[in-house]
């Protein structure tokens, strides 16, 4: 299994208050992804990194905001948590966008509830 | 954007026969792969079966395969002699080929597979 950690795994939270989810990789991989989860959508790309301080938008970023200081962290930042975004997250990660290299590795994922 | 659809939100098979899942999808795109990865109670995803869209040849992996018709747009999975523990949600997911940035799945909303006794 691809050496991918979520914490935490499980967050119960307040409307309002901020949450930050962590994404922690030991392959060395280039790129990192987070999804959110939710019944009848699959998983969506919220954001996506492609190097340490170089991210970009996914589908539906709108109320979030993410981190890459190191190679190996990816974090995921909800600034004023709402219930829209109760959700399972999931964090991915690929070596390179290569045709026999672009296999992404999923982690355990994190259920967050924001009452 | 890409669309990925998955019809079929639940379904059934009893162990030891064959399913098929159905997944179409919609792009503009020549160059793409496309992906099914399985979903098992905890929650962990795991790549199933993978299909480059410039080879005619349809991909397999032991007892999964699929049917790939570039046309159509459509790409269905079939688990032969299904085993209890085949039992889990199922995604079709669709990403571009891009060289030089992050590959993006676009995923359909899941089919939800039981394999009976």
């Known amino acids: 299994d691809a050496g991918i950690t979520q914490s935490p795994r499980h967050k119960v939270t307040e409307t309002g208050t901020p949450v930050t989810l962590r994404c922690h990789q030991t392959e060395n991989h280039r790129y990192m992804y987070w999804y959110r989860q939710d019944p009848g959508h699959g998983l969506r790309l919220i954001h996506y990194s492609y190097g340490v301080k170089d991210t970009d938008k996914g589908e539906v970023s709108d109320g979030y905001s993410v981190s890459r200081s190191k190679t190996e962290d990816f974090l995921l930042t909800l600034e004023s948590a709402t219930s829209s975004q109760t959700s399972v997250y999931f964090c991915?990660?690929?070596?390179?966008?290569?045709?026999?290299?672009?296999?992404?590795?999923f982690g355990p994922g994190t259920r967050l509830t924001v009452l | 954007a890409q669309t990925v659809t998955q019809s079929q939100p639940e379904m059934s098979v009893q162990e030891a026969e064959t399913v098929t899942l159905s997944c179409t999808y919609d792009?503009?795109?020549?160059?793409?792969?496309l992906f099914w990865y399985k979903q098992p109670p905890s929650r962990q995803m795991i790549l199933v079966i993978r299909?480059?869209?410039?080879?005619?040849q349809n991909a397999t992996e032991n007892r999964f395969s699929v049917n790939f018709q570039k046309a159509a747009k459509s790409f269905s999975l079939k688990i032969s002699d299904s085993q209890l523990g085949d039992t889990a949600m199922y995604f079709c997911?669709?990403?571009?080929?891009?060289?030089?940035?992050?590959?993006?799945?676009?995923f359909g909303g899941g089919t939800r597979l039981m394999v009976k006794p």
């Open positions: 792009t503009s795109e020549n160059n793409y792969y």
């Open positions: 299909q480059e869209a410039y080879k005619q």
């Open positions: 991915a990660i690929s070596e390179s966008p290569g045709a026999y290299n672009n296999e992404q590795f």
């Open positions: 997911a669709f990403m571009k080929a891009r060289a030089n940035a992050g590959n993006m799945l676009t």
